[in-house]
């Protein structure tokens, strides 16, 4: 298939890219470098630069690629970030999803698999967490996301286009070649990777009064292979709608960082700090759903392998693609 990537030079985008490029697909990337890496984009793809916030480039690209399909991952991603500054994250990643959705339409082009967030669900009632659960986002990026979700439903419902939703959870370890680089980095397997490299000296630990059995938060952590794979399922099955990614078991920030002390021999000192507006307790997925329509099942649920792999690409790139 010719598949049009937007983000490929993000974490995901860039492992979906190089596996997509594994299956002999032809990739073309759709991305503006602002927060990911020329480095990240697998050669074997061709890269196109530009921003989806101005409609004629992604205009242009859809009409010289004519694609099969489109993977959108092209957006702002940091929680905290979209609740100091929510309009960033309503221009980029709604307004730039309309200008990407007007460029398939004039092309003619049905599918796109949307890289989509457990955090549209906001805060649940229940876990683990299935597609049915109400939609009540608790910052601007979740509601972002969501609104691009609404916008597909409808462009579905009155044009045609098929939509998938991959709602993630928490995306996690690395490839040989591509693995996760953040400014700033915020999430936690990077961050206390950085204290095993002797970067920083101990990993904060956001709040240990949450009602948990060890009083931090639980999430659901899932290999970026895990999550690149469900893309290409997705595109090579005759399915919409939306899909949860996640392993359905939970680890706990200790959990997570006693893995971490494990894999990597280091001592990993903790600093409890104060609890990180907006965080849930407890994130576990129900992908079930995934699992019966794509034919999807993670290959790397075990944490320990997880963590190994993030590590494995730490090591060999300490100051992540650094070009930025
Ligand atoms: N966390 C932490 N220290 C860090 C980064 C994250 O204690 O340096 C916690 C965070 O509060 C959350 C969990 O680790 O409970 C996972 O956070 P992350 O930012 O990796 O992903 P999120 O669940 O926010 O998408």
């Known amino acids: 298939m010719k598949i049009l990537v937007t983000g490929g030079s993000g974490y995901i985008g860039s492992v979906t890219t190089e596996l997509l490029c594994n299956d002999g697909h032809e990739v073309t990337v759709f991305d503006n470098l602002e927060r990911g890496h020329r480095e990240a984009v697998d050669p074997r793809a061709r890269l196109i630069v530009g921003d ?26 940091l929680v905290g970030e979209s609740m100091q500054e929510p309009h960033l994250y309503f221009e980029n990643n709604v307004g730039g999803g309309l200008n990407l959705l007007d460029a398939m339409q ?19 009632d229940v876990v683990p967490m299935t597609e049915v659960l109400p939609q009540r986002p608790t910052n601007p990026y979740g509601e972002s996301k969501l609104m691009l979700e609404t916008v597909l439903r409808w462009a579905q419902e009155r044009s045609g286009i098929q939509p998938v939703f991959l709602r993630y959870f928490n995306a996690c370890g690395a490839t040989e070649k591509y693995g996760e680089d953040h400014e700033p980095e915020t999430h936690l397997i990077p961050n206390v990777l950085k204290v095993a490299l002797g970067q920083t000296p101990a990993v904060s630990v956001f709040g240990d009064d949450y009602p948990t ?9 899932i290999h970026i292979v895990d999550l690149a794979r469900a893309h290409i399922l997705a595109l ?5 709608g939306a899909f949860n990614l996640g392993t359905g078991t939970g680890f706990s920030v200790q959990e997570v960082i006693a893995t971490c002390r494990a ?15 907006g965080d849930p307790p407890r994130l576990v997925a129900g ?38």
């Open 52 to 77: 989806l916030r101005s409609p004629d480039g992604i205009r242009d690209a859809m009409q010289s690629v004519k694609p099969d399909a489109v993977v959108h991952f092209a957006a702002y991603a």
């Open 106 to 124: 004039r092309t003619g082009v049905k599918k796109i698999i949307f890289s989509s967030t457990c955090a549209t669900y906001g805060e649940p």
């Open 213 to 221: 059995p060890d009083g931090t938060c639980i999430r659901d952590y």
């Open 236 to 240: 090579e099955k005759d399915v919409t």
């Open 263 to 277: 894999v990597t021999g280091h001592e990993i000192p903790v600093k409890i700090s104060p609890r990180r507006p």
């Open 287 to 324: 992908a079930d759903k995934a699992r019966a329509e794509l034919g999807w099942q993670p290959q790397f649920a075990d944490l320990r392998t997880i963590v190994q792999h993030a590590w494995n690409w730490h090591q060999a790139h300490p100051h992540g693609y650094g070009t930025k």
